[in-house]
């Protein structure tokens, strides 16, 4: 099961635990879980006609020398590493399924708060287009996963937006989808 919590003020040791379907209903993520390996290209999330596979990625704080990340050394590895904890967006539904390990997915809300999912092997989450997140490694160290984008027609484009202005359509669209919402989901400090 995803434990999910709020990072108030996005202090890593100020923690309120918080209602899966709370912080699905607040911003529009999905959860699923799918504990047969072999049978998750058949889950009807991935098997949807939209769907399409990227790749499959490994994260660790180090690199394997059985198994080099291309040509980077240490430091060019562990550069590329923090740019998925940078906050970034995709035009596009991305779509993770972890494979083994497990990883930290926080995604921003709108009080600028970050809900902190905690995703293991076999967790499939859907981050809608141009809700910010971003991605660390939990205690293990390493995960792999399998990335997926749902083509919503705007030119299919992958890559991560980090900063831009919030006026961006596809932001819009998503704050738009999520307007009829309860948009309370972290307790404020008073």
């Known amino acids: 099961m995803v434990e999910a919590w709020c990072l108030s003020n996005n202090n890593e040791q100020n923690v309120t635990y918080l209602s899966i379907d709370k912080v699905i209903l607040s911003t529009g993520v999905e959860l699923h879980r799918i504990d047969d390996h072999t049978t998750a290209s058949s889950h009807p999330t991935l098997n949807h006609p939209a769907v399409v596979e990227r790749y499959d990625?490994?994260?660790?704080?180090?690199?394997?020398?059985n198994a080099p990340p291309g040509d980077l050394n240490q430091l060019e590895y562990l550069a590329e590493l923090e740019k998925f904890y940078k906050p970034h967006f995709h035009l596009t539904d991305e779509i993770r399924y972890i494979k083994d390990g497990g990883c930290f997915i926080d995604v921003l809300f709108v009080e600028g708060d970050w809900v902190r999912l905690h995703l293991?092997?076999?967790?499939?989450?859907?981050?809608?287009?141009?809700?910010?997140?971003?991605?660390?490694?939990?205690?293990?160290?390493?995960?792999?996963?399998?990335?997926?984008f749902k083509s919503r027609g705007l030119g299919d484009?992958?890559?991560?937006?980090?900063?831009?202005?919030?006026?961006?359509?596809?932001?819009?669209?998503?704050?738009?989808?999520?307007?009829?919402?309860?948009?309370?989901?972290?307790?404020?400090?008073?």
């Open 157 to 190: 484009d992958y890559e991560p937006l980090f900063d831009c202005e919030a006026n961006h359509p596809v932001k819009t669209l998503y704050r738009q989808t999520l307007m009829s919402i309860d948009s309370t989901i972290c307790p404020r400090s008073v």
């Open 57 to 65: 990625i490994i994260l660790t704080d180090y690199v394997d020398t």
């Open 120 to 148: 293991r092997v076999g967790d499939l989450l859907v981050i809608p287009a141009g809700l910010y997140h971003r991605v660390s490694l939990d205690d293990n160290r390493y995960v792999k996963a399998t990335g997926y």
